[in-house]
């Protein structure tokens, strides 16, 4: 399990054996090299521009073409589900671009209006990700949050779930359009 600061650790108030709750408060793990740009622009839609460079320049150098994709915020109801992201994140951005100074896994809330709220949808598309071994890493993870919290161990049929299995049991969602930076806060302890 991810060494993760007690301060985040909300499992234990979000967390039934039916899976996490939802409010109008959501979690985006990133890394701390991209907070100013974030408090500056929000969050964007495919936002990490030194990720997709680094993809773009990968790709070219083995020939293959790159078409970028647009994706969305990525999104989750736990702060302790965020940090796990973040941390992803950070390591991400260690092996895939040339670094300056120490990036820190980070975690920013989401408050947003009914109205956007409204938008959020549970993230099926990680379907996908869970059958590479990062899923397994993260199914792990879920699996030690679970236990650390007497709820069993999620289960989940990747391929038969309903899409709110994906946001209740794994936590997993998405905003499919930027969100601003007044609806942003930098959680720190």
Request: include cysteine.
């Amino acid at each position: 399990m991810a060494n993760t600061p007690t301060f985040l650790k909300d499992a234990k108030d979000l967390l039934t054996p039916q899976g996490f709750s939802t409010s109008n408060t959501w979690y985006h793990g990133t890394s701390s090299a991209l907070v100013d740009s974030i408090k500056k622009q929000g969050l964007k839609r495919s936002g990490d521009k030194a990720l997709k460079a680094a993809a773009k320049k990968t790709m070219t150098t083995i020939g293959n073409n790159y078409t970028e994709s647009v994706e969305p915020v990525f999104l989750t109801q736990s702060k302790e589900l965020a940090f796990y992201w973040a941390e992803q994140t950070v390591r991400n951005r260690n092996v895939r671009i040339e670094i300056e100074g120490d990036e820190q896994p980070t975690v920013i809330a989401v408050k947003l209006p009914e109205s956007l709220n409204k938008q959020v949808k549970p993230d099926v598309g990680a379907a996908s990700i869970l059958l590479l071994k990062e899923g397994e890493n993260f199914m792990a993870y879920l699996a030690g949050i679970y236990q650390e919290n007497n709820c069993g161990i999620p289960e989940i049929d990747l391929m038969k779930a309903d899409r709110l299995e994906y946001l209740n049991t794994l936590g997993m969602a998405y905003f499919d359009a930027d969100i601003d930076a007044s609806y942003l806060e930098l959680i720190v302890e």
